[in-house]
């Protein structure tokens, strides 16, 4: 019988050690206590190479590890301020939205009688992401009342808030004609001196509209690494399980860890596990490039008669694009996207996204700065009124999620998003006018405001 989920990571956990030994012997490169170097590309004996590489000077490594150093083992989600020269000109609620590219996967799963293939399509759509998330440039936190919307992409309609700030957190939904997605993002980091580890507290759930099936998500944790010194570079190692909580069909996929010289780095194996923990489906693949499948027996080995095939494969990217950005990227953080009369508080607006976005690092470090200022004095204000902020879009539930990394107050979508782009739509054709459509509306003019309702105070 193929090894089942638990007691060691999958039946492709035993690899793992042996990739992964290498990661506990460049401790004390260079005389820095407790820091680690790795080139995913080479050995143990590459480490000291590395660590003269990467995108900052001599005199900056120094600078940020002595900065840093003293945050060694602490959670710094949201208590060190960053050089906007390490970030992209996108926020975390856009790169949210990234998940959406491949949303077609979820079209066949939704349309599939098959339950094991419905699993194969949907883990692989959750799979996509990463191509994206293996970028090494930081998202712009979202300032609390931000938003995102998202239009024109498979009929989604996608809308995302910033419902809390300490600690930082996310909620967003999406929907068309075969799905709905909710998630309530959270992360806990563990700072390690040259790389930090992400713990995803999230909860993501995905409803097929078909026969109403609920699949629900746990993903592996995220690895920086190089932060300081050497090329940063992003591994997931774990499993990833997506668990079909109507039927107690799940996948259970196992993201390699990288070793010596990239031995195992991208890929991911595992199978599709029917209720009673049968291997039905094994799948394999690199989650940076494509994912195939095949039909197996008990003893998880493939089918005689069968052949693998694949079922998802990266898009063609831009050549050369300095963030690393796909073309759907491109559309994310692009004005196409966005609907009529888009809300005063969407991330696009943010003039240190926008300064970034054209190559001014001095006005988007600043303009990032004033934002945050902005957000201490709504907050001061906001306190000594007695005001609590509420979300617009998403409602705080009493359900409390446990995950293995710890427990996460859900946030439930309350639908006044869809009713409020009904009203705006049966307004616009009403006037049977164009003039508040993002053509014929310079979106550079519209200031962002993420503190424009009634329920928050405010800016002194």
């Known amino acids: 019988m193929a090894q089942k989920q638990g007691g060691g990571g999958g039946f492709f956990s035993s690899l793992a050690s042996s990739l992964s030994n290498f990661k506990n012997q460049v401790n004390g490169l260079l005389g820095y206590e407790g820091l680690e170097v790795i080139n995913p590309e080479g050995g ?42 390490i970030f992209e000109p996108m926020t975390m609620l856009q790169k949210m939205a990234e998940l959406m590219e491949y949303s077609h996967l979820l079209e066949l799963a939704d349309e599939c009688e098959d339950p094991h293939m419905r699993l194969v399509y949907a883990a692989s759509w959750f799979i996509s992401v990463y191509y994206a998330l293996q970028r090494t440039w930081k998202p712009f936190n979202p300032i609390l009342g931000e938003t995102y919307e998202m239009v024109n992409h498979e009929g989604i309609t996608f809308i995302a808030e910033q419902v809390c700030h300490h600690p930082p957190m996310s909620a967003a939904h999406a929907e068309n004609d075969h799905f709905v997605y909710d998630i309530t993002s959270k992360v806990k980091t563990k700072f390690l001196g040259n790389s930090l580890d992400i713990y995803p507290l999230g909860r993501s759930r995905l409803k097929l509209k078909k026969d109403g099936v609920i699949l629900e998500l746990v993903p592996p944790p995220t690895k920086v690494n190089n932060l300081i010194f050497g090329r940063t570079w992003v591994d997931s ?37 029917n209720a009673d923990e049968e291997p039905k489906v094994l799948m394999t693949g690199k989650w940076n490039t494509s994912m195939s499948y095949q039909p197996c027996d008990l003893d998880g080995e493939p089918l005689s008669g069968t052949e693998l095939k694949e079922v998802w494969k990266v898009a063609e990217t831009p050549a050369n694009d300095k963030f690393q950005y796909t073309h759907f990227a491109h559309k994310v953080n692009s004005f196409d996207t966005a609907p009529p009369s888009l809300l005063a508080s969407d991330s696009r607006l943010r003039s240190d996204r926008y300064a970034l976005e054209k190559g001014d690092l001095s006005k988007a470090g600043s303009e990032k700065s004033i934002l945050e200022e902005k957000q201490r004095s ?75 309702y009634g329920n928050v105070a405010e800016t002194e």
């Not at 990833?240 to 070793?259: A, S």
Request: aromatic share 12%; hydrophobic share 30%; charged share 30%.
């Open 378 to 452: 709504e907050k001061r204000t906001r306190e000594a009124k007695g005001q609590k902020f509420v979300p617009r879009w998403f409602d705080m539930t009493e359900e409390v999620a446990v995950t293995p990394w710890g427990d996460l107050e859900i946030y439930e979508y309350n639908g006044k998003y869809s009713k409020h782009r009904e009203a705006i739509d049966v307004g616009n054709s009403n006037s049977n006018s164009n003039s508040n459509t993002n053509e014929d509306a310079d979106i550079t003019k519209i200031e962002f405001n993420p503190w424009q």
């Open 237 to 273: 190692p774990g499993e990833m399980v997506l668990t079909n909580l109507t039927t107690g069909d799940k996948v259970v996929l196992y993201f390699q860890p990288c070793g010596w010289f990239g031995a195992g780095r991208y890929e991911v194996d595992g199978y599709v596990y």
């Open 44 to 85: 143990t004996e590459d480490a000291e190479v590395e660590a003269q590489r990467g995108r900052w000077k001599q005199e900056d490594r120094d600078g940020h590890w002595k900065m840093m150093q003293k945050y060694v083992g602490a959670d710094i989600t949201s208590m060190v301020t960053l050089p906007v020269l």
